[in-house]
């Protein structure tokens, strides 16, 4: 199990290999990098030129946690590991990484998405947008509580 | 009995601090019940935390809570928006 909460960039080529050593069942990795954008509709002027990101230490670590054992209990997974970043990041810097291995590609393709959908409701982060004119917190989109609930409904 | 009560983001600003100790009565255990009393005694941010209640998330000890859900002594008690990593 593996959880970052970090000010610095990761490397994703140095997390999968971490990931993968050691682990020769494993025949599938699938990886979700998520990245600032620097368009948001809500800013002024539409241009992010920052963005910065809290979260609540302690919490955010059992949450991820929890995530990553409900994934591994739908699916058999060989290895998880999530990685997010805290503090100043400016567009184009990467913010959160998910990395699933497991013996085949469906598990991984799934879980990894279960497991971003998931940290977006669940894991207690926020970000403030930050633009020539304005300081934003970021409003909840209902699309990713929906994405959420549709885990619940599938079998 | 005494609440550790920790603030973030957009609370955190509300409050211009991240962390406040208070001492409510034993009858006074719930998040929603100490709202409401400390928005009564001390009004400022606690009134304004209750007009906007219903976009608050409250956790009790780190997980998520339901705003009815039971305080014990020395509990930490966090007040939040909406989720928003990833």
Request: hydrophobic fraction near 40%; glycine fraction near 4%.
């Amino acid at each position: 199990m593996a959880i970052y909460i970090q000010k610095e960039l990761f490397d994703i080529s140095e997390l999968t290999s971490n990931l993968v050593k050691d682990n020769t069942s494993i025949g599938a990795v699938v990886s979700f990098v998520g990245y600032v954008r620097d368009y948001d509709d809500t800013l002024t002027s539409k241009k992010l030129i920052q963005m910065n990101l809290e979260h609540y230490p302690g919490m955010t670590e059992k949450a991820l946690t929890k995530i990553e054992v409900n994934a591994k209990s739908r699916w058999s997974l060989q290895s998880v590991c999530i990685v997010h970043r805290i503090g100043k990041l400016l567009p184009s810097d990467p913010i959160v990484a998910v990395i699933v291995a497991s013996q085949h590609r469906k598990k991984a393709f799934q879980a990894c998405e279960y497991i971003i959908d998931f940290l977006k409701t669940d894991a207690p982060f926020w970000k403030k947008e930050i633009s020539s004119e304005d300081e934003i917190w970021v409003k909840v989109r209902d699309e990713d509580h929906k994405r959420k609930s549709s885990w619940n409904l599938e079998k | 009995m005494k609440i550790n009560i920790l603030f973030f983001a957009s609370v955190r600003e509300m409050f211009k601090t991240h962390k406040k100790d208070v001492e409510i009565l034993d009858s006074e255990n719930s998040p929603n019940k100490l709202l409401n009393i400390l928005s009564k005694r001390e009004g400022g941010s606690w009134a304004l935390l209750l007009n906007e209640k219903d976009s608050v998330r409250v956790a009790i000890n780190q997980e998520l809570c339901g705003w009815d859900d039971m305080l014990n002594d020395g509990d930490e008690l966090a007040f939040f928006p909406p989720i928003t990593g990833g």
